[in-house]
Antibody, heavy 120, light 108 residues
């Protein structure tokens, strides 16, 4: 059964870097059947796509993040990660990692989400 | 960016009634790559519909999606109390991927 689990610090100071990891179980990060992504949700608001990454390392990002986001894959740990630089209070919210099957090309399985607060 | 506008903002209906949610895109969604998600309080979104009209595995057949181009809809044929949630449409046909602002479904 495909499962995802986000992990990372719940509190980050303004101007610092937010780093989150998503651990994949039930599938290999090398899989050619899936690719991987991140979505976030500010408190009480809607959803925002952050970016996607393939096992090859090819990435696609939302331009709204102005090049602050970096996605990477750690094949030895079967994980993928999100790094977001120069955070502000506007980056506060719940961050979800997602699985995207090539067969349907949209976000299918979601992690439970992890809450990140940007505050000094 | 492709802006998705959902209506109504809030839908309040009785159990057994039919719910119709609308999602209008600011430009044609390539390949009709339009999905619907259900998000219950405190939970992650759950995929209901992809490709505008294909039901995800395990989703009851009272949920159906339709539409093409710029106009899409999600219908819940017979509302049940467990359907209380916010429903989001999402387009993944045009870069960057975008979401609608959501429709909240309440049970009277």
């Amino acid at each position: 059964q495909l499962q995802l689990q986000e992990s990372g610090p719940g509190l980050v100071k303004p101007s610092e870097t937010l780093s989150l990891t998503c651990t994949v179980s039930g599938a290999s990060i090398f899989s050619t059947i899936y690719y991987w992504g991140w979505v976030r949700q500010p408190p009480g608001k809607g959803l925002e796509w952050i970016g996607n990454i393939y096992y090859t390392g090819t990435t696609y990002y939302n331009p709204s993040l102005k090049s602050r986001a970096t996605l990477s894959v750690d094949t030895s740990l079967n994980q993928f990660s999100l790094r977001l630089d120069s955070v502000t209070a506007a980056d506060t919210g719940v961050y979800y990692c997602v699985i995207i099957p090539h067969s349907i090309n949209c976000m299918d399985v979601w992690g439970k989400g992890t809450t990140v607060t940007v505050s000094s | 960016d492709t802006v998705l506008t959902q209506s109504p903002g809030i839908l309040s209906l009785s159990p057994g009634e039919r719910a119709t949610l609308s999602c209008r895109a600011s430009q044609t969604v390539a390949n009709n790559y339009l999905a619907w998600y259900q998000q219950k309080p405190g939970q992650a979104p759950r995929l209901l519909i992809h490709g505008a009209s294909s039901r995800a595995p395990g989703i009851p057949d009272r949920f159906s999606g339709s539409g093409s181009g710029t106009d899409f809809s999600l219908t819940v044929s017979r509302l049940e109390p467990e359907d209380v949630a916010v429903f989001f449409c999402h387009q993944y046909g045009n870069a960057p991927w975008t979401f609608g602002q959501g429709t909240k479904v309440e049970i009277k």
